[in-house]
Protein backbone atom coordinates (compact mmCIF):
# COMPACT_ATOMS: atom_id res chain seq x y z
CA UNK A 1 0.00 0.00 0.00
CA UNK A 2 1.56 3.48 -0.74
CA UNK A 3 2.34 5.75 1.88
CA UNK A 4 0.18 8.41 0.79
CA UNK A 5 -3.27 8.83 0.17
CA UNK A 6 -5.05 8.56 -3.42
CA UNK A 7 -7.17 11.67 -2.65
CA UNK A 8 -7.41 14.24 -5.31
CA UNK A 9 -5.73 17.16 -3.20
CA UNK A 10 -6.03 21.00 -3.76
CA UNK A 11 -2.04 21.78 -2.79
CA UNK A 12 -1.42 25.79 -2.26
CA UNK A 13 1.46 27.26 -3.49
CA UNK A 14 2.02 28.03 0.79
CA UNK A 15 0.15 27.44 3.80
CA UNK A 16 -2.09 30.37 4.28
CA UNK A 17 -3.03 31.63 7.47
CA UNK A 18 -5.37 34.47 6.35
CA UNK A 19 -7.38 31.90 4.08
CA UNK A 20 -9.09 30.03 6.89
CA UNK A 21 -9.43 33.47 8.49
CA UNK A 22 -11.55 34.98 5.82
CA UNK A 23 -13.44 31.16 5.56
CA UNK A 24 -14.26 31.53 9.26
CA UNK A 25 -15.28 35.45 9.01
CA UNK A 26 -17.68 35.09 6.20
CA UNK A 27 -19.15 31.51 7.49
CA UNK A 28 -19.66 33.29 11.21
CA UNK A 29 -21.52 36.24 9.63
CA UNK A 30 -23.66 34.02 7.29
CA UNK A 31 -24.68 32.14 10.49
CA UNK A 32 -25.44 35.28 12.17
CA UNK A 33 -27.61 36.18 9.65
CA UNK A 34 -29.27 33.19 9.80
CA UNK A 35 -29.75 32.70 13.30
CA UNK A 36 -33.09 33.77 14.28
CA UNK A 37 -31.95 34.80 17.71
CA UNK A 38 -28.66 36.25 17.16
CA UNK A 39 -30.48 38.50 14.50
CA UNK A 40 -33.04 39.49 16.76
CA UNK A 41 -30.06 40.59 19.65
CA UNK A 42 -28.89 42.67 15.88
CA UNK A 43 -32.19 44.02 15.77
CA UNK A 44 -32.75 45.58 18.74
CA UNK A 45 -30.28 48.46 18.80
CA UNK A 46 -31.85 49.11 14.94
CA UNK A 47 -35.31 49.18 16.03
CA UNK A 48 -34.54 51.48 18.88
CA UNK A 49 -32.96 53.86 16.57
CA UNK A 50 -35.86 53.57 14.24
CA UNK A 51 -38.53 54.27 16.93
CA UNK A 52 -36.56 57.13 18.55
CA UNK A 53 -35.23 58.24 15.47
CA UNK A 54 -38.72 59.19 14.27
CA UNK A 55 -40.45 60.54 17.15
CA UNK A 56 -39.85 65.08 16.46
CA UNK A 57 -39.31 65.18 20.23
CA UNK A 58 -36.05 63.40 20.51
CA UNK A 59 -34.82 64.98 16.91
CA UNK A 60 -35.47 68.77 18.22
CA UNK A 61 -32.22 70.37 18.56
CA UNK A 62 -31.62 71.77 22.09
CA UNK A 63 -30.09 74.73 23.41
CA UNK A 64 -29.26 72.69 27.02
CA UNK A 65 -27.60 69.66 24.70
CA UNK A 66 -25.54 72.36 23.00
CA UNK A 67 -27.46 72.74 19.97
CA UNK A 68 -28.11 68.43 19.58
CA UNK A 69 -30.81 66.97 19.80
CA UNK A 70 -31.57 64.10 22.43
CA UNK A 71 -31.29 61.98 19.55
CA UNK A 72 -27.75 62.82 18.82
CA UNK A 73 -26.56 62.02 22.32
CA UNK A 74 -28.30 58.96 22.40
CA UNK A 75 -26.71 57.40 19.42
CA UNK A 76 -23.47 57.48 20.64
CA UNK A 77 -24.87 55.18 24.13
CA UNK A 78 -26.73 53.12 21.56
CA UNK A 79 -23.72 52.47 20.19
CA UNK A 80 -21.69 51.40 23.38
CA UNK A 81 -24.91 49.24 24.15
CA UNK A 82 -24.67 47.54 20.70
CA UNK A 83 -20.99 46.72 21.59
CA UNK A 84 -21.47 45.59 25.50
CA UNK A 85 -24.25 43.54 23.96
CA UNK A 86 -22.21 41.85 21.35
CA UNK A 87 -19.01 41.25 23.57
CA UNK A 88 -20.82 40.34 26.58
CA UNK A 89 -24.10 37.94 25.54
CA UNK A 90 -23.65 37.75 21.80
CA UNK A 91 -20.16 36.26 21.28
CA UNK A 92 -19.79 34.17 24.80
CA UNK A 93 -23.83 32.89 23.65
CA UNK A 94 -22.00 31.68 20.36
CA UNK A 95 -18.80 30.19 22.03
CA UNK A 96 -20.47 28.60 24.64
CA UNK A 97 -23.13 26.99 22.10
CA UNK A 98 -20.35 26.03 20.40
CA UNK A 99 -18.50 24.12 22.77
CA UNK A 100 -21.63 22.71 24.02
CA UNK A 101 -22.12 21.28 20.73
CA UNK A 102 -19.05 20.15 20.33
CA UNK A 103 -17.92 22.52 17.61
CA UNK A 104 -15.13 23.49 19.48
CA UNK A 105 -13.45 20.02 20.10
CA UNK A 106 -13.57 19.02 16.21
CA UNK A 107 -11.89 22.17 15.68
CA UNK A 108 -9.38 21.06 17.90
CA UNK A 109 -8.70 18.20 15.75
CA UNK A 110 -8.07 19.97 12.98
CA UNK A 111 -4.90 22.36 12.39
CA UNK A 112 -7.07 25.97 12.94
CA UNK A 113 -6.05 26.80 15.98
CA UNK A 114 -7.85 28.86 18.59
CA UNK A 115 -6.12 32.55 17.48
CA UNK A 116 -7.72 32.06 14.18
CA UNK A 117 -11.29 31.10 15.04
CA UNK A 118 -11.08 33.59 17.98
CA UNK A 119 -10.17 36.53 15.42
CA UNK A 120 -12.37 35.32 13.13
CA UNK A 121 -15.38 35.62 15.44
CA UNK A 122 -14.38 38.86 16.76
CA UNK A 123 -14.17 40.06 13.00
CA UNK A 124 -17.43 39.01 12.46
CA UNK A 125 -19.18 40.26 15.14
CA UNK A 126 -17.62 43.68 14.99
CA UNK A 127 -18.71 43.87 10.84
CA UNK A 128 -22.18 43.29 12.78
CA UNK A 129 -22.45 45.86 15.21
CA UNK A 130 -20.73 48.56 12.41
CA UNK A 131 -24.00 47.58 10.77
CA UNK A 132 -26.55 47.85 12.95
CA UNK A 133 -25.34 51.07 13.96
CA UNK A 134 -24.25 52.95 10.91
CA UNK A 135 -28.02 52.10 9.34
CA UNK A 136 -29.68 55.11 11.58
CA UNK A 137 -32.67 56.67 9.94
CA UNK A 138 -30.17 59.82 9.83
CA UNK A 139 -27.79 58.04 7.06
CA UNK A 140 -30.42 57.11 4.54
CA UNK A 141 -29.52 57.69 1.80
CA UNK A 142 -25.72 56.81 2.81
CA UNK A 143 -23.50 59.70 2.32
CA UNK A 144 -19.96 59.15 0.65
CA UNK A 145 -18.72 58.20 3.64
CA UNK A 146 -20.94 55.85 5.04
CA UNK A 147 -21.18 54.19 7.48
CA UNK A 148 -18.40 56.12 9.95
CA UNK A 149 -19.32 59.46 9.80
CA UNK A 150 -22.81 58.83 11.22
CA UNK A 151 -21.45 57.18 14.34
CA UNK A 152 -20.58 60.71 15.39
CA UNK A 153 -23.77 63.09 17.05
CA UNK A 154 -24.03 65.86 14.35
CA UNK A 155 -26.18 68.60 14.80
CA UNK A 156 -28.29 69.79 11.92
CA UNK A 157 -28.80 73.33 12.77
CA UNK A 158 -27.30 75.25 14.19
CA UNK A 159 -24.67 73.38 13.17
CA UNK A 160 -21.97 73.62 15.30
CA UNK A 161 -18.29 71.73 13.88
CA UNK A 162 -17.38 68.72 16.05
CA UNK A 163 -14.07 66.87 15.88
CA UNK A 164 -14.75 63.88 13.62
CA UNK A 165 -18.69 64.83 12.36
CA UNK A 166 -17.36 67.46 10.14
CA UNK A 167 -16.40 65.51 7.01
CA UNK A 168 -18.50 64.93 3.94
CA UNK A 169 -21.64 64.07 6.32
CA UNK A 170 -21.63 68.12 7.16
CA UNK A 171 -22.74 68.72 3.55
CA UNK A 172 -26.41 67.19 3.81
CA UNK B 1 3.70 -3.65 6.86
CA UNK B 2 4.88 -0.40 9.00
CA UNK B 3 3.22 0.78 12.09
CA UNK B 4 1.28 3.91 11.96
CA UNK B 5 -0.21 4.80 15.52
CA UNK B 6 2.06 2.63 18.25
CA UNK B 7 0.67 3.37 22.06
CA UNK B 8 2.54 1.44 25.02
CA UNK B 9 1.42 1.49 28.51
CA UNK B 10 -1.45 4.30 28.18
CA UNK B 11 -2.79 5.25 31.56
CA UNK B 12 -5.64 7.77 32.31
CA UNK B 13 -7.62 8.46 35.03
CA UNK B 14 -10.15 11.32 35.87
CA UNK B 15 -9.72 11.76 39.46
CA UNK B 16 -10.42 8.32 41.29
CA UNK B 17 -11.56 7.07 38.30
CA UNK B 18 -9.29 5.11 36.26
CA UNK B 19 -10.37 5.57 32.88
CA UNK B 20 -7.89 3.61 30.77
CA UNK B 21 -5.09 1.35 33.22
CA UNK B 22 -2.96 0.09 31.08
CA UNK B 23 -3.37 -0.10 26.64
CA UNK B 24 -0.48 -0.72 24.65
CA UNK B 25 -1.41 -1.33 20.69
CA UNK B 26 0.14 -1.16 17.51
CA UNK B 27 -2.03 -0.71 14.35
CA UNK B 28 -0.39 -0.83 11.05
CA UNK B 29 -0.80 0.94 7.30
CA UNK B 30 -3.59 0.43 5.32
CA UNK B 31 -5.90 -1.43 8.03
CA UNK B 32 -9.28 -0.74 9.34
CA UNK B 33 -8.27 -1.30 13.35
CA UNK B 34 -11.09 -1.93 15.72
CA UNK B 35 -11.66 -0.83 18.99
CA UNK B 36 -14.30 -2.72 21.05
CA UNK B 37 -15.37 -2.23 24.74
CA UNK B 38 -18.70 -2.00 25.96
CA UNK B 39 -19.74 1.50 27.31
CA UNK B 40 -16.83 3.01 29.65
CA UNK B 41 -14.42 0.60 29.09
CA UNK B 42 -12.04 3.19 28.15
CA UNK B 43 -12.27 3.32 24.30
CA UNK B 44 -12.94 6.84 23.58
CA UNK B 45 -10.43 8.14 26.28
CA UNK B 46 -7.54 5.84 24.15
CA UNK B 47 -8.21 7.47 21.02
CA UNK B 48 -8.71 11.23 22.36
CA UNK B 49 -5.22 10.28 23.86
CA UNK B 50 -4.06 9.47 20.07
CA UNK B 51 -5.59 12.46 18.45
CA UNK B 52 -4.24 14.68 21.15
CA UNK B 53 -6.76 16.00 22.90
CA UNK B 54 -6.31 14.36 26.21
CA UNK B 55 -2.68 13.68 28.09
CA UNK B 56 -2.13 10.49 29.39
CA UNK B 57 -0.93 10.39 32.81
CA UNK B 58 1.54 7.20 31.49
CA UNK B 59 2.78 5.68 28.36
CA UNK B 60 4.09 6.61 25.18
CA UNK B 61 1.70 7.42 22.13
CA UNK B 62 3.60 7.83 18.44
CA UNK B 63 1.08 8.27 15.67
CA UNK B 64 3.38 8.33 12.02
CA UNK B 65 6.58 9.06 14.34
CA UNK B 66 5.00 12.20 15.48
CA UNK B 67 3.72 12.87 19.60
CA UNK B 68 -0.11 13.54 19.51
CA UNK B 69 1.13 16.65 22.41
CA UNK B 70 4.33 17.59 21.02
CA UNK B 71 3.67 17.86 17.33
CA UNK B 72 0.27 18.75 17.22
CA UNK B 73 0.48 21.08 14.12
CA UNK B 74 2.06 18.52 12.36
CA UNK B 75 -0.45 15.62 13.93
CA UNK B 76 -4.01 17.82 12.69
CA UNK B 77 -2.57 17.53 9.16
CA UNK B 78 -2.41 13.99 8.71
CA UNK B 79 -4.78 12.48 11.21
CA UNK B 80 -8.81 12.94 10.75
CA UNK B 81 -11.02 12.34 13.29
CA UNK B 82 -14.85 11.97 13.76
CA UNK B 83 -15.31 12.32 17.30
CA UNK B 84 -18.62 11.21 19.24
CA UNK B 85 -21.55 13.14 19.63
CA UNK B 86 -20.02 16.54 17.73
CA UNK B 87 -22.04 18.86 15.61
CA UNK B 88 -22.01 21.42 13.65
CA UNK B 89 -24.14 24.88 13.92
CA UNK B 90 -27.64 23.57 12.70
CA UNK B 91 -27.68 26.76 10.36
CA UNK B 92 -24.49 25.45 8.48
CA UNK B 93 -24.83 24.19 4.91
CA UNK B 94 -23.06 21.12 3.88
CA UNK B 95 -21.09 22.97 1.28
CA UNK B 96 -20.09 25.51 3.07
CA UNK B 97 -18.96 23.20 6.35
CA UNK B 98 -16.26 21.57 3.62
CA UNK B 99 -15.32 24.38 2.22
CA UNK B 100 -14.65 25.95 5.50
CA UNK B 101 -13.37 23.14 7.09
CA UNK B 102 -11.25 22.63 3.80
CA UNK B 103 -9.51 26.06 4.30
CA UNK B 104 -7.83 24.81 7.73
CA UNK B 105 -5.72 22.33 5.84
CA UNK B 106 -2.17 22.84 3.75
CA UNK B 107 -3.07 20.01 1.02
CA UNK B 108 -7.07 19.22 1.44
CA UNK B 109 -8.86 17.07 -0.34
CA UNK B 110 -11.31 18.47 -3.14
CA UNK B 111 -14.11 18.76 -1.16
CA UNK B 112 -16.25 18.66 -3.79
CA UNK B 113 -15.09 15.33 -4.98
CA UNK B 114 -15.28 14.04 -1.52
CA UNK B 115 -19.41 14.96 -1.35
CA UNK B 116 -19.99 12.70 -4.52
CA UNK B 117 -18.03 10.15 -3.35
CA UNK B 118 -20.02 10.21 0.82
CA UNK B 119 -23.34 10.96 -1.63
CA UNK B 120 -23.95 14.25 -0.28
CA UNK B 121 -23.64 16.45 -3.36
CA UNK B 122 -27.28 17.00 -3.76
CA UNK B 123 -27.54 17.92 -0.06
CA UNK B 124 -24.93 20.64 -0.72
CA UNK B 125 -27.29 23.22 0.08
CA UNK B 126 -28.73 21.84 2.91
CA UNK B 127 -28.34 23.29 6.48
CA UNK B 128 -26.88 20.26 9.07
CA UNK B 129 -29.80 21.15 11.30
CA UNK B 130 -32.12 19.32 8.30
CA UNK B 131 -30.27 16.47 7.61
CA UNK B 132 -31.12 12.96 8.86
CA UNK B 133 -28.64 11.05 11.52
CA UNK B 134 -27.05 9.00 8.25
CA UNK B 135 -26.59 12.51 6.74
CA UNK B 136 -24.95 14.00 9.52
CA UNK B 137 -22.53 11.38 10.31
CA UNK B 138 -21.83 11.53 6.01
CA UNK B 139 -21.18 14.95 6.90
CA UNK B 140 -19.18 14.42 10.17
CA UNK B 141 -16.84 11.44 7.82
CA UNK B 142 -16.31 14.02 5.04
CA UNK B 143 -15.01 16.62 7.57
CA UNK B 144 -12.21 13.50 8.83
CA UNK B 145 -11.56 12.95 4.82
CA UNK B 146 -11.45 16.52 4.19
CA UNK B 147 -7.47 17.21 5.29
CA UNK B 148 -6.74 14.14 3.11
CA UNK B 149 -5.73 12.50 6.41
CA UNK B 150 -3.18 9.60 6.33
CA UNK B 151 -5.03 7.62 9.34
CA UNK B 152 -9.09 8.25 9.99
CA UNK B 153 -10.31 7.98 13.56
CA UNK B 154 -13.66 7.19 13.77
CA UNK B 155 -15.91 7.29 16.94
CA UNK B 156 -18.82 5.19 17.50
CA UNK B 157 -19.51 5.61 13.79
CA UNK B 158 -23.33 4.41 13.24
CA UNK B 159 -24.38 4.42 17.04
CA UNK B 160 -27.89 5.79 16.28
CA UNK B 161 -28.44 4.71 12.71
CA UNK B 162 -30.84 2.36 10.90
CA UNK B 163 -29.68 -0.82 9.84
CA UNK B 164 -29.67 0.47 6.34
CA UNK B 165 -27.95 3.90 6.76
CA UNK B 166 -25.35 1.78 9.11
CA UNK B 167 -24.74 -0.61 5.84
CA UNK B 168 -24.01 2.13 3.56
CA UNK B 169 -21.53 4.10 6.18
CA UNK B 170 -19.81 0.28 6.35
CA UNK B 171 -19.13 0.61 2.44
CA UNK B 172 -18.05 3.86 2.64
CA UNK B 173 -15.30 2.84 5.40
CA UNK B 174 -14.23 0.34 2.84
CA UNK B 175 -13.76 2.87 0.32
CA UNK B 176 -12.09 5.09 1.89
CA UNK B 177 -9.53 2.17 3.48
CA UNK B 178 -9.31 1.22 -0.30
CA UNK B 179 -7.88 4.81 -0.98
CA UNK B 180 -4.77 3.80 1.35
CA UNK B 181 -6.43 5.58 4.69
CA UNK B 182 -5.79 3.73 7.83
CA UNK B 183 -8.76 3.42 9.76
CA UNK B 184 -8.97 3.21 13.54
CA UNK B 185 -12.59 2.57 14.24
CA UNK B 186 -14.19 2.60 17.71
CA UNK B 187 -17.41 0.81 18.08
CA UNK B 188 -19.05 -1.55 20.53
CA UNK B 189 -21.21 -2.93 17.31
CA UNK B 190 -19.93 -6.81 17.33
CA UNK B 191 -21.83 -7.24 13.26
CA UNK B 192 -19.64 -4.09 12.50
CA UNK B 193 -16.36 -5.51 13.79
CA UNK B 194 -16.71 -8.83 12.22
CA UNK B 195 -17.69 -7.11 8.81
CA UNK B 196 -15.10 -4.19 8.33
CA UNK B 197 -12.01 -4.90 10.71
CA UNK B 198 -8.67 -6.64 10.14
CA UNK B 199 -8.12 -6.51 13.30
CA UNK B 200 -9.93 -5.67 16.93
CA UNK B 201 -8.65 -4.91 20.48
CA UNK B 202 -11.06 -5.87 22.71
CA UNK B 203 -10.65 -3.14 25.66
CA UNK B 204 -12.37 -3.85 29.47
CA UNK B 205 -12.02 -2.03 32.49
CA UNK B 206 -9.42 0.30 30.57
CA UNK B 207 -7.10 -3.36 29.41
CA UNK B 208 -6.55 -4.94 26.21
CA UNK B 209 -8.20 -8.51 27.01
CA UNK B 210 -7.42 -9.54 23.39
CA UNK B 211 -5.86 -8.22 20.11
CA UNK B 212 -6.82 -10.19 17.00
CA UNK B 213 -8.98 -10.87 13.64
CA UNK B 214 -12.48 -10.98 14.42
CA UNK B 215 -12.72 -14.72 12.99
CA UNK B 216 -9.37 -15.63 15.30
CA UNK B 217 -11.38 -14.10 18.58
CA UNK B 218 -14.32 -15.71 17.44
CA UNK B 219 -12.80 -18.93 17.18
CA UNK B 220 -11.02 -18.88 20.34
CA UNK B 221 -14.10 -18.30 22.09
CA UNK B 222 -15.88 -21.39 21.62
CA UNK B 223 -15.58 -24.59 19.34
CA UNK B 224 -19.33 -25.26 19.93
CA UNK B 225 -21.83 -25.53 17.03
CA UNK B 226 -25.22 -25.45 17.93
CA UNK B 227 -27.86 -27.42 15.62
CA UNK B 228 -31.81 -26.89 15.60
CA UNK B 229 -34.37 -28.52 12.58
CA UNK B 230 -37.60 -30.09 12.42
CA UNK B 231 -37.73 -33.57 11.61
CA UNK B 232 -40.05 -35.00 8.32
CA UNK B 233 -40.66 -37.98 10.67
CA UNK B 234 -40.23 -38.71 14.41
CA UNK B 235 -36.79 -41.00 15.43
CA UNK B 236 -34.97 -41.70 18.50
CA UNK B 237 -32.26 -39.71 20.43
CA UNK B 238 -30.13 -42.40 20.38
CA UNK B 239 -29.40 -41.96 16.37
CA UNK B 240 -28.04 -39.06 16.94
CA UNK B 241 -26.33 -39.08 20.74
CA UNK B 242 -24.75 -41.98 19.86
CA UNK B 243 -22.23 -39.81 17.69
CA UNK B 244 -19.09 -39.40 18.86
CA UNK B 245 -19.22 -35.28 17.68
CA UNK B 246 -22.42 -34.42 19.25
CA UNK B 247 -22.87 -33.19 22.85
CA UNK B 248 -26.24 -33.48 23.75
CA UNK B 249 -29.19 -34.01 21.83
CA UNK B 250 -33.12 -32.00 23.54
CA UNK B 251 -36.38 -31.43 21.91
CA UNK B 252 -38.21 -28.45 22.30
CA UNK B 253 -42.12 -29.58 20.75
CA UNK B 254 -40.98 -31.42 17.41
CA UNK B 255 -38.09 -29.02 17.32
CA UNK B 256 -35.17 -30.83 18.14
CA UNK B 257 -31.74 -28.95 19.42
CA UNK B 258 -28.14 -30.51 18.98
CA UNK B 259 -24.75 -29.27 20.39
CA UNK B 260 -21.65 -30.70 19.73
CA UNK B 261 -17.80 -29.96 17.89
CA UNK B 262 -17.53 -27.91 14.88
CA UNK B 263 -17.75 -31.26 13.24
CA UNK B 264 -21.34 -32.20 14.96
CA UNK B 265 -23.12 -30.66 11.30
CA UNK B 266 -21.74 -33.20 8.83
CA UNK B 267 -22.24 -35.74 11.49
CA UNK B 268 -25.46 -35.19 11.91
CA UNK B 269 -27.04 -34.28 8.51
CA UNK B 270 -24.98 -37.45 7.10
CA UNK B 271 -26.83 -39.64 9.46
CA UNK B 272 -30.44 -38.09 8.56
CA UNK B 273 -29.89 -38.51 5.17
CA UNK B 274 -29.32 -42.02 5.93
CA UNK B 275 -32.58 -42.63 7.50
CA UNK B 276 -34.28 -41.10 5.20
CA UNK B 277 -35.61 -38.00 7.85
CA UNK B 278 -35.49 -34.70 6.17
CA UNK B 279 -34.15 -31.59 8.23
CA UNK B 280 -36.81 -28.71 7.87
CA UNK B 281 -35.78 -25.16 9.21
CA UNK B 282 -32.46 -26.35 9.50
CA UNK B 283 -30.81 -23.33 11.83
CA UNK B 284 -26.69 -24.14 12.78
CA UNK B 285 -25.54 -21.36 15.05
CA UNK B 286 -21.84 -20.80 14.88
CA UNK B 287 -19.94 -19.00 17.75
CA UNK B 288 -19.39 -15.07 16.83
CA UNK B 289 -17.20 -12.38 18.06
CA UNK B 290 -20.40 -11.39 19.86
CA UNK B 291 -19.91 -14.82 21.88
CA UNK B 292 -15.83 -14.28 22.20
CA UNK B 293 -16.57 -10.46 23.77
CA UNK B 294 -18.86 -11.62 26.03
CA UNK B 295 -16.68 -14.31 27.14
CA UNK B 296 -13.36 -12.33 27.17
CA UNK B 297 -15.14 -9.30 29.10
CA UNK B 298 -16.64 -11.52 31.44
CA UNK B 299 -13.69 -12.59 32.93
CA UNK B 300 -13.19 -9.34 35.11
CA UNK B 301 -16.87 -9.50 36.61
Known amino acids: MSATTTFTTVSRPVARPGFALGRITITELKLTVREPSRMIRLLIPFVLLVIFGSIPFYTQDRASLGGYSLFDAYLPILIAYALGMTALTGLSTVLAGYREKGVLRRLRTTPVGPVRVLAGQLIAQLAMVAVMTSSSPRCWPPPRCWPSACWWPRSRAPARPLRGSGCCCSSR | ?301
Open chain 2, 1 to 301: MPAVIEVQGLHKSYGATVAVDDVSLTVDEGEIFGILGRNGAGKTTTVECVEGLRRPDRGTISVLGLDPRQDRAKLTQVVGAQLQDSQLPDQLRVDEALALYSSFYAKPADWRELMDMLGLAEKAGTRFGKLSGGQKQRVSIALALVGSPRVAVLDELTTGLDPQARRDTWELIKNVRARGVTIVLVTHFMEEAERLCDRVAVIDHGRVVAIDSPAQLAEQAEEQQRIQFRPSVPFDDELLTSLPDVTSVTRRGDVVLVTGTSNALNAVTSVLARNQIVARQLRVEQASLEDAFVSLTSRGN
